[in-house]
């Protein structure tokens, strides 16, 4: 079927989170309970999602992308993480996102904030925010990686370092004492590099499972950004390594 831009969102929020209330998904999407049962119906007649007692899931997919089965893991962590960096984002404030799971559950959480300005490379991130609440968004152009639709190259890199925004905000595959923020591909790490660069407040933000690994491409030390956004305390090598820099880090709730 062809759905509306708010259809989608919803469609988006259910596959992110697996089920949802109606009355959440209103409140969530600034509009009454009636008008996401009309949104609803036909979603749920076309089979792309069940209506359960209040509640709505997303239908189980034969297959499942990669990013989106990523979605999935440790999704509680990430939503913790998502609205504990949203409180710090104001309406109308500008904000450059990268591609991960994590940025794309913050975009999620932003979606009760308006006029904003998002600069991305991430087609999910762009997706979501955009064409609502009277927000901006810019998209990098570049190669596209088929597992996350995001754009990656020279190109990418040069398009976001045009920009100065207020909160620079990355996620990230793995965090050393020693070597500091890591991920698994040159083209993201440079990217994700280039982000921090452009931000007044440059943020990571990380679930605890990231401390345990290791990865192949160093992004930036510990001086490299202003917060750490976890959801349980780092250990005490890396605490320090942050505390040195003159970073700090902050816990979600």
């Known amino acids: 079927m062809n759905r509306t831009p708010r259809q989608d969102l ?41 209506k359960v007692h209040g509640s709505v899931r997303a239908a189980l997919q034969v297959t499942e992308a990669p990013f989106e089965r990523r979605m999935r893991e440790n999704a509680a962590a990430k939503q913790r993480l998502a609205a504990h960096v949203a409180a710090m984002i104001e309406d109308g404030d500008s904000i450059m996102l990268d591609t991960g799971t994590t940025t794309s559950f913050l975009a999620r959480a932003l979606l009760n904030k308006s006029s904003l300005t998002v600069v991305t490379n991430s087609s999910d991130v762009a997706r979501t925010l955009a064409t609502v609440n009277g927000n ?18 020279a190109s990418a890199i040069e398009f976001v370092s045009s920009f100065a925004v207020k909160h620079a905000i990355i996620s990230i595959s793995a965090v050393d004492a020693v070597t500091g923020f890591m991920d698994h591909h040159l083209a993201e790490a440079e990217f ?48 320090a390594g942050i505390s040195d820099s003159g970073a700090r880090f902050e816990l979600a709730g």
Do not use: W
Request: proline content about 4%; some cysteine; glycine content about 12%.
């Open 192 to 239: 994700a590099r280039q982000v921090l660069r452009c931000g007044q407040q440059r943020i990571v933000i990380t679930d605890a499972t990231k401390f345990s690994r290791t990865a192949l491409v160093r992004v930036c030390g510990f001086d490299g950004l202003d917060l750490l956004v976890c959801d349980s305390e780092p250990p005490p090598a890396i605490q």
């Open 136 to 153: 901006t968004v810019y998209m990098a152009g570049g190669e596209l990686h088929g597992d996350n639709g995001a754009a990656f190259g």
């Open 10 to 50: 919803i469609m988006q929020l259910l596959r992110s989170g697996g089920s949802a209330r109606i009355a959440d998904l209103a409140a969530r999407l600034g509009v009454s309970r009636e008008t996401v049962r009309r949104d609803v119906a036909p979603l749920a007649r076309a089979g792309e999602l069940v």
